[in-house]
T-cell receptor, first 112, second 116 residues
Framework: GQQVMQIPQYQHVQEGEDFTTYCNSS?????IQWYKQRPGGHPVFLIQLVKSGEVKKQKRLTFQFGEAKKNSSLHITATQTTDVGTYFCAGPKSGGYNKLIFGAGTRLAVHP | NAGVTQTPKFQVLKTGQSMTLQCAQDMNHEYMSWYRQDPGMGLRLIHY???????DQGEVPNGYNVSRSTTEDFPLRLLSAAPSQTSVYFC???????????????FGPGTRLTVL
């Protein structure tokens, strides 16, 4: 079945280092969404990418959607302790626009 | 707006007990869903609804029932709890969409369920 995979599962960085998580889908996606979940919290929507090759920035976060619309990445420049959490990507299930399939997430730990 | 609310926050059940997890949203969203989150497995869709009176199964529906009598409420029922249902449960809502965009999905704070 349709799968969304994320790597790495876990990343430990020193504060100030950069961080990247990658998301790969087994099928072409009409769009991709990114969420952040703080420890003990709930997922919070960050952004949605729709166009092939799209790049969007939110302060230190840069999101990319691949040309083939099967992969995406989230890059954080100069991490801060407030970036700690798990980052999930999600894409709509084929034929079901309202059903999202989530990746397993990348857990980011930032040490001061 | 309160957004998406869930009760209870924590629950401990014994095997075989039944219970209902409550979810409500005040954003007039058509689409509501239930996910379970287990370590290392992300969020898996249990059931979803595209409007009052309409529900459908997600990836992992066995052992759970849902109903949608109003736009606001979407309760999740555990019929006979099993240890394998120990998890964190999230309810979510969004506007029903289609085509190139699916709109922002808002999550509730979650219910942490332990089945002994």
């Amino acid at each position: 079945g349709q799968q969304v995979m994320q790597i790495p599962q876990y990343q430990h960085v020193q504060e100030g280092e950069d961080f990247t998580t990658y998301c790969n889908s087994s099928t072409t996606l009409s769009n991709i969404q990114w969420y952040k979940q703080r420890p003990g919290g709930h997922p919070v929507f960050l952004i949605q990418l729709v166009k092939s090759g799209e790049v969007k920035k939110q302060k230190r976060l840069t999101f990319q959607f691949g040309e083939a619309k099967k992969n995406s990445s989230l890059h954080i420049t100069a991490t801060q302790t407030t970036d700690v959490g798990t980052y999930f990507c999600a894409g709509p299930k084929s034929g079901g626009y309202n059903k999202l399939i989530f990746g397993a997430g990348t857990r980011l730990a930032v040490h001061p | 707006n309160a957004g998406v609310t869930q009760t209870p926050k924590f629950q401990v059940l014994k095997t075989g007990q039944s219970m209902t997890l409550q979810c409500a949203q005040d954003m007039n969203h058509e689409y509501m869903s239930w996910y379970r989150q287990d370590p290392g497995m992300g969020l898996r869709l249990i059931h979803y609804s595209v409007g009052a009176g309409i529900t459908d199964q997600g990836e992992v529906p066995n052992g759970y029932n849902v109903s949608r009598s109003t736009t606001e409420d979407f309760p999740l029922r555990l019929l006979s709890a099993a240890p394998s249902q120990t998890s964190v449960y999230f309810c979510a809502s969004k506007r029903a969409g289609g085509g190139g965009g699916t709109d922002t999905q808002y999550f509730g704070p979650g219910t942490r369920l332990t089945v002994l």
